[in-house]
């Protein structure tokens, strides 16, 4: 097993391994690796330590029938508080039981999350990378993305659909295919990348990450960037 070091100092333990995976994945390995927290996004954590700690799981798959790489998302109930009716990754705040928020609490909870929301068997997943902290101001999380190989794919659904309406994959091809991304226009002038795959619309937080492991893995294809979708006030 190998070991990784976060950015704030922390150490994560052996949980998480590079071992094994497959070589389409190398280019994900290495952005993470590599990458620094301002070329994820300019919302970092408060310096003071305020905040929520959380964790979402960036889950890649081997889609069946020649669908090629795919990544798993979910779609949030609509009556949640926060949030609400938003695809995203499977995950949530750290529990206690999840141990050190600089250690392997995210880790932890990162897999518990995605159980509790989608039928997920932990077991299955092999943890491969974590990216630096990064935080989403309208709800004060602040979020550890953690990576992960489907390596023994499981059955998974909706749980609680008083939590989650939908769980669905979506092929990394149709990610990358340029007549399927748009750029969100929020009322409050706010522009960020989305895409338009599995009949919604993948936004906010989560669309942000996808852009930008696409874009730091060589994944990333020319796109309209002009091409813009308006955002209800609510969202």
Known sequence: MTRASDTQGGTRGAMLSTEGLPGWLDPVVRAVATVRPTQLSR???????????SAVLILFGEGEGGRGPE???????????????QPAFPGGALDAEDGDPLGEGPLRAALREAEEETGLDPSGVQLFGVLPRLYIPVSEFVVTPVLA??????????????????????????????????TTLHPSGHKGPAFLVESA????????IIDRLL????????????KQVPLDWRS
């Open 201 to 208: 619309l993948v936004w906010g937080f989560t669309a942000g």
């Open 215 to 226: 874009h730091f893995a060589g994944w990333e294809r020319p796109w309209d960037r002009e």
């Open 43 to 53: 919302f970092l954590p408060p310096e003071d330590g305020a905040g929520r700690q």
């Open 71 to 85: 990544l798993l998302l979910m779609e949030r109930a609509g009556t949640l508080r926060s949030h609400a009716g």
């Open 149 to 182: 190989w489907w390596r023994e794919p499981t059955p998974v659904g909706v749980v609680d659909p008083n939590e989650t309406a939908r769980v669905f994959t979506v092929p990394v091809a149709d990610l990358t295919d340029p007549a399927n991304r748009v």
